[in-house]
């Protein structure tokens, strides 16, 4: 404002008294009257007259601009100085504040993404205390375990026997298993596993790991089959990481799947290919069914200690899935069984 006022005011010095002479000098040609006798005098009252309002002008030209502009900068440095304020409480620690909404549009949508941003570092937080404290409690029961044993051998407690020997190799292999699984879903979260996609044909792979894990399976265990149509297309996908998945869902099927049947089917939706894990062995609740993914979760605790699992399974084979370009999902009934399922791109 003041700019403009100034180039206005500068201007209209100038080129003011000029054009004023010019149309005196018009008017006397015109014999209209004439202002010779008076044309300074004429000159100088203009100047005058002209500087005073040019004056007045600016002064309330620059007034009026100067209120609007505090006014509307406080408008906008409101919201920045509340965001200034909530960065500090997070640098404190609190990620719980949020931004009020704004009536400025743009502000308004500052302020929500930057409340997206303050819930994804609440979440990330939240899920490294619950990593730090899951992690420490999976820890702790081997380590007891084998310092309890390793004690009393030292105290001549006990006395050594292969039985012995036997249990601190498992709690040591947990050990081993916990740490393999933890560098696995670290590497896939951070997107440094390596992935390997290629066209594959799915068909050998499911008939070579359902005959593998019916082998494992006991006379009165479940009965484990396979289907899949004749015309499956094949997948764009690593095959290693797609092997890894299915055994995964697969042994988690069988562990929990004391009778009954373990299906495996194969089928081809849109522009993908569904595989299911369909069991009829214990289920989850519906209440669990939201948190079947997470790291280090179990619906019921004891099962660590009954099948040996670290828990980072599941988490590790819906990154997989992921990476490869695919979902994954999961429907279940307590005391009816679960169904597994990931889809592939065809490629």
């Known amino acids: 404002m003041i700019v403009g006022l100034g180039c206005f005011a500068i201007a209209a010095k100038f080129s003011s008294p000029r054009m004023f002479i010019v149309r005196l000098e018009q008017l006397e040609k015109r014999g209209i009257f004439t202002v010779r006798s008076a044309h300074t005098y004429l000159v100088e009252g203009f100047n005058n007259a002209w500087n005073h309002g040019a004056l007045f002008s600016l002064v309330i030209g ?75 409690h999976e820890l702790r029961t081997p380590l007891t375990v084998v310092r309890g044993y390793l004690e009393e051998l030292a105290d001549r407690s006990i006395e050594p026997s292969e039985e012995l020997y036997l249990r601190l190799i498992r709690e040591t292999r947990r050990l081993e298993r916990l740490i393999h699984d933890l560098q696995e879903l670290s590497k896939a979260e951070a997107g440094y596993l390596s992935i390997n996609l290629r066209k594959i044909n799915l068909i050998p792979l499911l008939e070579s790991l359902v005959t593998r894990f019916q082998d494992q399976l006991l006379e009165e265990g479940p009965e484990l089959t396979l289907s899949y149509p004749q015309d499956l297309p094949c997948v764009y996908a690593d095959i290693d990481r797609t092997e890894q998945i299915l055994v995964n869902l697969l042994g988690n099927a069988i562990r929990y799947t004391e009778k009954g049947s373990i299906s495996v089917t194969a089928t081809k939706e849109n522009r993908q290919v569904w595989i299911a894990i369909k069991d009829t062995g214990i289920g989850i609740a519906d209440e669990d069914l939201s948190y079947i993914f997470e790291r280090f979760w179990r619906a019921d605790p004891s099962r660590c200690s009954h099948s040996g699992g670290t828990g980072i399974g599941l988490a590790i084979a819906k990154r997989l899935v992921e990476l490869q370009g695919g979902s994954i999902e999961v429907t279940s009934k307590l005391g009816q069984g679960s169904t597994f399922r990931f889809s592939l791109p065809i490629a």
């Not at 620690?93 to 570092?121: D, H, K, W, Y």
């Open 62 to 136: 620059v007034s009026a601009a100067g209120g609007i502009s505090y006014l509307a900068s406080q408008r906008i440095m409101r919201p920045l100085k509340q965001m200034e304020a909530i960065t500090q409480e997070f640098a404190g620690g609190n990620l719980t504040e949020r931004m009020p909404e704004s009536e400025i549009p743009e502000l308004n949508q500052l302020g929500v993404s930057f409340n997206s941003m303050a819930s994804s570092l609440e979440n990330v937080e939240q899920r490294r205390r619950e990593l730090i404290s899951d992690l420490t």
